[in-house]
Structures are given as C-alpha cells and as structure tokens.
C-alpha cells in the first residue's frame, strides 16, 4: 500500500492563522502530542491540511475557504503518511455536549480562552435556532428581531375635501397625531409570534460574530432567513411574504433599466426627507384621484413651459393673500388663442367660453402702466351699492356710442363740472331732471347743437339755473326752456 495503513486521530485545533493563508490548522492529537505545552508547545504542532466537500473545487480561488474552525473546535482525521504520522489530514469536526472550559495555559483547549463559551456550557453544540422552541426563542438574533420589530407607522391619507364641490371650497387640515390614521406594522419574525420550527428541519449556519443564515424546512413553516450581527436582515416567510430591514444606509445601484410591478398597494412612510433627480423626463399617469397635502410651503420653479389641462372644474381655495407676477420677459413668437386670435408671448391671457363671476369682500386696486381696454359684445355694466363709482384720470375721458345709440346719466343729482371749459356738441342735447340741474363752469359752459334739426331741451320739474358771466345759448332748429 502507497500511503501505509490508514490511521485516524481525534483532536482539539490550537492555532488557525495558517502563514500560507491555504486553509491549515494546528492541532493536538490526543494520543500522539503530549498534553503538556511545555513540552510540546502550540507553535511546534504540524499543520494539518483539510479536506473539503466535492461541491469545492479547491483551485485558482473556486470554491469553499475551509476556515470555518476555531481554535478549540474538536476535529477527527486522519494521517496522509500512515504510521509516519506526520501529514494530518481534517476531515471534520466533532460537536456534543460541552461539560466544561479549559484554561488558556492547559493542551486541548483554546488557548485564547474564547471556545467553549460560559454561556453554552452543558448544553448542545447546535445552534439554539436549530434546535427550535424555547432555545430558538432565546437565541440572540430572533431576541433581538422581536424587540426591534417596528409597529404602528402611519400611512398617508388625504385631508377633507368634503366642501371641494361647494362654490367657495373648503378643506378641513388632519393633524399627524389623530387616533384614525391608517398605519401598518412590520411582520412577525419567522412569520409567527413564537417559533415553530421543528428539528431537525432547520438548517442553520452561524458565525463567529452572530451572522445567521437559516434555511427552515419545517412543516408549514418553510423560512430562509439572512441575518447580519447589527441587526440587519432579509427573510422569506412561508407564505411567500419578504421582509427586508436595514439598521444602516441602503445603496442601490443600477447600470440599466429597473422596472417594478406592484399587484397590489405601495405604501411608503418617510420620516426624514425625500431627495429625487431626473435627468430625463418623469411621467406619471393615474387612474384614480391624486391627493397632496403639504403642511409646510410649496416652492416650485419651471423653466421651460407649465401647461396644465383640465377637462373639467378647477377650484381654488387661498385662506391668506395671492400674489401673482408675470414678467412677460419670453422672446416666443406670438401665441394664437381660440376667440382671440394672435397675442404677444409673455403677455397674460385669460379665456372664458363660459360665465365669469368675481367677488371681492373687500377694495380692489389695479394699476396698469399701459392701456386698459374693457371690450364687450352684449354690454357693459358698472355697479356700486353702497360706495361712489369714480374715474380720475390726468388726460381726457372720452364717451362714445354709435349714431342710433344713447349716454344716459341717471342719478338723483347729476353734476358736470370742470376746471375750465365743460362743452357738450350734439344733434339733439337734453336735460331731464324731477328735482335740480346744474351745468357749472368756472370760465364757461357751452351747449351747442348742430344740424337742421337739432335742438336743446333743458327740462325740470323744479327750477333751472343757467349762471355764469356770459351764458349763451345756440340751437340752429329751438332752444326749450321749460
């Protein structure tokens, strides 16, 4: 036989920190290395090479790493040179029932005192999670899940709009703190509120640090779960649900196209800020109603066009004051509007196919820097109840209308007055007044009739004044004076 005959050993690993990085460990074999360091200390032991599973290539970096024992981990072998017994070979390691922890000076044990832990002291070697019931409750890892698991967030929820169909809309502000806020809460580790896995159906893999990796093939309760030592985790539950948290900041990078399908709902609760860039367009398409509510300001700035259709009502409710600026700097072509026709770009234009109503509690005041043209197709109508109506301007003040059409002025007093002339030139000039009426002119009053039939008529129930230095009264046709 090349390798002599097989001989096998049991032994306690001492050191792993292997200089050739290649998977070796030191280990003290009982029978064959003596049981006092002083002796045979750690560092004289023969590395022992291991042997790892056919799913491990071992070569060129493929596979498995092998440096999954710890110093003070019982391992079983065998040696590669038969009775020379000098090339170790691990085959695996030994778990049980740990009765007691050695000291770090004593052979057979790890001599930096770390394995076996105080805490696991007679009891099994399996992870408690493997074990399942109240070992799996007192595990760490799902100890820690149920504490940190998150409860009662709340969900947006659209404010009161019950008044938004009345003439003058309401809304009615909800408060964040309110007991009927919808909320959810984060699902029960493992699915359920106490474990029920069951062994040996659980498969679990546990780290030096705490890292957990399970895969639970228990009756009615399939699981997979990969936990981190910080807490962090993602789990599937046997019902097909995931969850997924992250103690820490959550990177997501990808070099192409995303794109996610919900069935269902989405709900996000955000408790910090909101942060989005798109280099691109955003296009956003719902079929539903769109609720917004901003219980602080709203700052939105546009730099190409803003163009907003509604097919049907629009209503606006403003409870403070509403500021509106156009600075009309666009160098556009000119705009054509329906009913309009073409206007300058950058100007402000308002089209109504319909009724327009505007009512206002309180003074109005407009100053325009140009021209104020009012133009109507049925007429014009300007009315005050309580107050005066003026109009003040610097320049003249000109009252057209056409050749069958009338100016009336119709008030309890009527008075023209001017600084210097007041001149009135008509076909047909007549004042009718039940009580008094007065035509006053610091320097003159001229009332002048023109035409083949043109006449003044001056008519009052009461008395007619006519003052003045000169008073001179022209009608080519008659002059009444009644």
């Not at 695996?92 to 696991?120: I, M, T």
């Not at 007429?379 to 309580?386: E, P």
């Not at 007041?422 to 023109?450: E, N, Y």
């Amino acid at each position: 036989m090349i390798y002599g005959n097989f001989t096998w050993w049991i032994g306690v690993v001492e050191d792993r920190n292997d200089p050739m990085k290649i998977g070796r460990y030191r280990v003290r074999i009982l029978g064959y290395h003596d049981n006092d360091k002083a002796v045979l200390p750690t560092e004289d032991l023969p590395w022992a090479s291991i042997i790892q599973p056919v799913g491990s290539a071992a070569v060129s970096g493929v596979g498995h790493d092998g440096t999954g024992l710890v110093t003070g981990s019982t391992v079983i072998g065998f040696f590669a040179d038969g009775e020379a017994e000098q090339l170790p070979i691990v085959m695996g390691s030994l778990g049980g029932v740990d009765a007691f922890k050695g000291s770090v000076e004593a052979a057979f044990s790890d001599p930096n005192g770390v394995y076996p832990k105080e805490e696991f002291l007679d009891e099994s070697s399996l992870s408690r999670l493997a074990r399942s019931g109240d070992d799996a409750e007192s595990h760490i890892s799902l100890a820690s899940r149920r504490a940190m698991r998150v409860t009662a967030v709340p969900m947006a929820r659209p404010d009161n709009f019950a008044g938004v169909l009345d003439n003058a809309p309401t809304v009615s502000n909800k408060s964040e703190t309110e007991d009927d806020i919808p909320r959810w809460d984060e699902p029960d580790p493992q699915g359920v509120k106490e474990s029920v896995s069951e062994y040996p159906y659980n498969k679990v893999r546990e780290t030096e640090c705490g890292h957990v990796f399970e895969v639970d093939d228990t009756p009615d309760n399939k699981r997979i779960l990969n936990y981190h030592t910080s807490g962090s985790f993602e789990e599937y539950h046997d019902n097909g649900d995931h969850v997924q948290k992250i103690v820490g900041d959550d990177f997501e990078i990808i070099y192409k196209d995303k794109t996610l399908y919900v069935d269902g709902d989405l709900t996000m609760s955000v408790k910090g800020d909101v942060n989005m860039k798109v280099d691109g367009n955003k296009i956003e398409d719902i079929g539903g109603d769109c609720y917004t509510t901003i219980r602080g300001g709203r700052f939105t700035k546009i730099v190409g066009n803003d163009v907003t259709e509604v097919i049907s009502d629009q209503k606006l409710s403003v409870d403070g004051s509403r500021f509106t600026v156009i600075g009309c700097q666009s160098q556009d072509p000119d705009v054509t509007i329906p009913f309009v026709g073409g206007v300058p770009a950058g100007t402000d234009n308002l089209v109504v196919k319909g009724k327009s109503e505007t009512q206002i509690a309180s003074n109005k005041n407009e100053n325009i820097g140009g021209r104020n043209v009012i133009s109507t197709v049925a007429g014009f109508k300007l009315f005050s109840s309580l107050g005066s109506a003026d109009i003040t301007t610097l320049k003249d003040i000109n009252l057209a209308a056409g050749s069958t059409s009338n100016i009336s002025l119709s008030a309890g007093n009527a008075y023209i007055g001017s600084i210097t002339d007041t001149k009135i030139t008509t076909t047909t000039f007549g004042v009718d007044a039940s009580g008094k009426a007065t035509l006053d002119g610091a320097t003159g009053v001229d009332v002048l009739a023109k035409g083949t039939n043109a006449n003044i008529k001056i008519d009052a129930d009461a008395t007619i004044t006519v003052d003045g230095t000169t008073v001179d009264i022209d009608g080519s046709s008659g002059i009444s004076l009644n």
